[in-house]
């Protein structure tokens, strides 16, 4: 058969390379005027650069669906194609998910990669992972991504080989590789079982400690605050997805310990093979008794942000727990917003306004920090303190204290 299906996460990361140039696609739809259209692209140029390519040039089309069989009209398509040309890009991502067909009707056009957003999460998400589960749970959703799409990586493969000693494959080769890719699925699933079950023994073992979980869209400061709160050394970048395994940390207030996890970043539009794959990772923001719901409040699309976690943990079956909106990056949200000719005072003023309108808005307690000036983080150490100590006195009623 001469094709080895064994995509592993480190084959998979070459995917892309440093060098690369990309143009992006995205529609205007209905729902969506040009304004928030742009951010999306501005989110997916963002995750490109993440997974190593230099945005050229943004495409857009004013459409109420997408093609069928380009996803863009072919008129757009064709102007793609004499950019790409011109300009020697090397790949074209898409900001929605194409179906095989587009795929691979869009790379015949192109000829050249043609990913979708989902293509490109997986692939940072295949950079990244370090842990076994990680790993597997990533090559799990490669593997679940590829089963419809096996004739589009075909005619990828030959082009690639530029087809020398290669013909075409037959339908009953792509039958072959289907069952295999089905096997191997069904191979990642009983491993991810194992190591799921050793996880739940090892969090039974933490029972006695109160559990913050630290949840948040993807580059908001998660792992900032983690390294604030518990004073250790996560990786904090500006990139996308930049920790993908749940880190734990115990965390001493005063004589208060807990338990602190930083997760993986939440996304729009998340591969719905990715969101099933790591709801095991997630386990640990279902079982702990606090959240921390930690928001980039100089992000132009916050609001929505916030949406999308809420979505996903309620998707994830989160019941309702106490949380701590935590709105960060207040440094740079004056930097953006604030008039150089307002004053002192008219400035807190506006924040202050700022969080009233916030604590009106959503549910649990608020505070505006910025994790890196460490402006308000002892409020936010308090705050945290006291809904700490409440749950430990709920937990152990009869103890006066819980030391
Ligand atoms: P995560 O993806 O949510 O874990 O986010 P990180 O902790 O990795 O932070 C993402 C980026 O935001 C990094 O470049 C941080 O240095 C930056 N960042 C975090 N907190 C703040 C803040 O309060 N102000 C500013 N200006 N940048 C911050
Ligand atoms: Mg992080």
Do not use: C
């Not at 259209?37 to 650069?49: G, P, Q, S, W």
Request: hydrophobic fraction near 35%.
């Amino acid at each position: 058969m001469g094709t080895d299906w064994n995509i592993s996460s480190k084959d998979q990361s070459t995917f892309l390379n440093q060098e690369e140039k990309a143009v992006l696609v995205g529609l205007i739809t209905k729902e969506e005027d040009e304004v928030t259209a742009n951010e999306y692209l501005d989110e997916l140029e963002f995750l490109a650069l993440t997974a190593g390519a230099i945005t050229m040039a943004r495409f857009t089309q004013r459409v109420d669906h997408p093609d069928k069989k380009y996803f863009v009209g072919s008129g757009k398509a064709q102007e793609i194609k004499e950019y790409v040309d011109q300009y020697e890009i090397d790949l074209v991502i898409f900001d929605d998910d194409l179906s095989p067909s587009q795929a691979q009707n869009l790379e015949k056009v192109l000829k050249v990669k043609v990913l979708d957003r989902s293509n490109l999460i997986l692939d940072i998400f295949a950079n990244r992972a370090q842990t076994a589960q990680a790993r597997t749970q990533v090559e799990l959703a490669q593997m679940q991504y590829l089963l419809p799409r096996l004739r589009g990586l075909w005619t990828h493969l030959e082009r690639q080989q530029g087809g020398i000693g290669m013909r075409g494959p037959g339908e009953k080769e792509i039958e072959t590789d289907r069952r295999i890719v089905r096997d191997k699925i069904r191979n990642l699933q009983d491993r991810l079982e194992k190591i799921e079950l050793q996880g739940e023994t090892r969090r039974k073992n933490r029972g006695q400690y109160i559990r913050v979980a630290i949840v948040g869209y993807t580059n908001v400061g998660k792992s900032s605050l983690m390294n604030q709160l518990s004073k250790s050394e996560l990786l904090e970048e500006n990139k996308l997805f930049a920790t993908l395994d749940t880190t734990i940390r115990k965390v001493v207030f005063g004589r208060m310990p807990f338990l602190l996890s930083d997760t993986v970043g939440f996304i729009r539009k998340l591969p719905h093979h990715l969101v099933e794959s790591f709801k095991s990772t997630l386990e640990e923001t279902k079982e702990s008794e606090i959240l921390i719901h930690i928001v980039d409040l100089s992000h132009p699309l916050y609001e929505e942000q916030i949406e999308t976690v809420q979505k996903t943990l309620a998707s994830m079956g989160v019941e309702q727990k106490p949380i701590l909106m935590v709105f960060n990056k207040l440094d740079l949200y004056r930097e953006k917003y604030f008039d150089d000719l307002l004053t002192d005072e008219e400035k807190e003023n506006l924040i202050n306004e700022l969080r009233e309108s916030l604590e009106k808005k959503y549910e649990g307690q608020v505070v505006l920090v910025s994790v890196r000036t460490k402006e308000n983080m002892q409020k936010l150490r308090d705050m945290l303190s006291a809904m700490i100590e409440t749950e430990y006195q709920r937990r152990y009623p009869y103890k006066a204290k819980y030391w």
